[in-house]
């Protein structure tokens, strides 16, 4: 069992930046896919970025590009997403996801087994 505690959300105007971190503890040896998704109030569960074993592949969704930056250190047991240029459409609760091995696609939620409880992140205008 992996169980994953995000931490890092809070206020922010627009413009403004938040450093996300996703602790991981139990079993976290072998690879794995590491991700965070976001869901607004309303709207479905969507992916945001994801990020391998080790750390030489990052997968970005559009909305994230450029703007949002994931990392990893301590053997992938903390896992971290950078937010920059954060607007009101990035309100939501983000979520931290692992997956035991390589996803495939990295977007689809279905493929993540474990999942932390989320932490909201909300930007005014």
């Known amino acids: 069992q992996v169980r994953l505690v995000e931490s890092g959300g809070g206020l922010v105007r627009a413009g403004g930046s938040l450093r996300l971190s996703c602790a991981a503890t139990g079993r976290t040896d072998g690879s794995y896919t590491m991700a965070w998704f976001r869901q607004a109030p309303g709207k479905e569960r969507e992916f945001v970025a994801a990020?391998?074993?080790?750390?030489?592949?990052?997968y970005y969704a559009d909305s994230a590009k450029g703007r949002f930056t994931i990392s990893s250190d301590n053997a992938g047991r903390t896992v971290y997403l950078q937010l920059d240029s954060l607007n009101p459409d990035d309100t939501a609760v983000y979520y931290c996801a692992r997956h035991g091995g390589t996803v495939l696609v990295p977007g689809a939620a279905v493929l993540y087994g474990y999942w932390g409880q989320g932490t909201q992140v909300t930007v005014s205008a």
């Open positions: 990020i391998n074993t080790s750390g030489d592949r990052t």
